[in-house]
């Protein structure tokens, strides 16, 4: 099968992916699934995994590999003791390709902190390819309603914004400051409707502040100089009760710490340093990493009843370096999704 494989770390500009001809994937367990691969969103993750930004967490965990982890497909062969999922349905897979089952996490329904957690594009090959296998239990059927392409970016940014969203603790008539609105943070700035708060959407680029305001915020301000975008933000929204974080950077880590008030909550979906975090304000700061099974059933379903816009755009395969580039430098509106 094709698939643009990752040899050797570097900066996304020298384009170290490779499409190369590669074994397609054999079905293991009795209960994998063998997935044509329909779409495969492009995440900011994959960035840092192959510029060796995260080699300090470990990841990519081996080379060379194949990345991708938001994936959609349609299942063409089935091992012999698969009894939920049939060949010709279609499924989607995230980044929590499974998980050991019986550990502490696993046992209350939090698989997705398993220690022993598999992760699709790191610890096995991913989706940025033809083919992929997985257990029947951690794919999760689409609808016949969702074409592939647009279902993609629920696997990954989906579910990440969904979850986020939940540990912001959302209530009606509360505000909420989406800080950074791309392929994560559109959607964030959805499910926050949804709940009925007061949704801010925060990022540096016009294009990205015309995408928050497409999807329905219900206002958005330009990150500045702390003392400049605070001043505004008080003027025209006083001081948020949560924020949510997707800009990976310690600055607007700390612009959302200060623009959320005392005893507010400040949820981070970015790997930053936390720059003075002030004790005696009360305020709760939170890790959120994408979600359980049921929550990607939870987020297909919300996502489909409520009609949601999922902006994305697709391209072929083989041009992953150059989406990955044009992601980096915020070329890319919301979601960019690759089809084989
Ligand atoms: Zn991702
Ligand atoms: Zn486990």
Redesign the pocket.
Known sequence: MRAMVLEKLGPIESKPLKLRDIEVPQIKKSNDLLIKIDACGVCRSQLHGIEGDWKKYGIPPALPTVPGHEITGTIVKTGPNTKKLKVGQRIGISPLHG?????Q??NVGK?HL???AEITGETMLGGYAEYITITEDFATPIPDSMKSDYAAPLFCAGITAYKAVKAAEPAKGKSVGIFGVGGVGHLSVEFAKLEGMRVIGVARNKIHLDVAKKVGADNTLQFSEQEEFLFKLKKEEGLLDSAIVFAPSEKIVDLAINSVKKGGTIVLGVLANIPNFDIFTEKTLRGTLIGSRTDMVDVVRIAEQNDFKIIHKTFPLEQANQILEDLKFSRIEARAVLTP
Not at 99 to 103: A, E, F, L, V
Request: with cysteine.
């Open positions: 998980s050991c089952m019986s550990c996490y696993c698989e398993c220690d022993q």
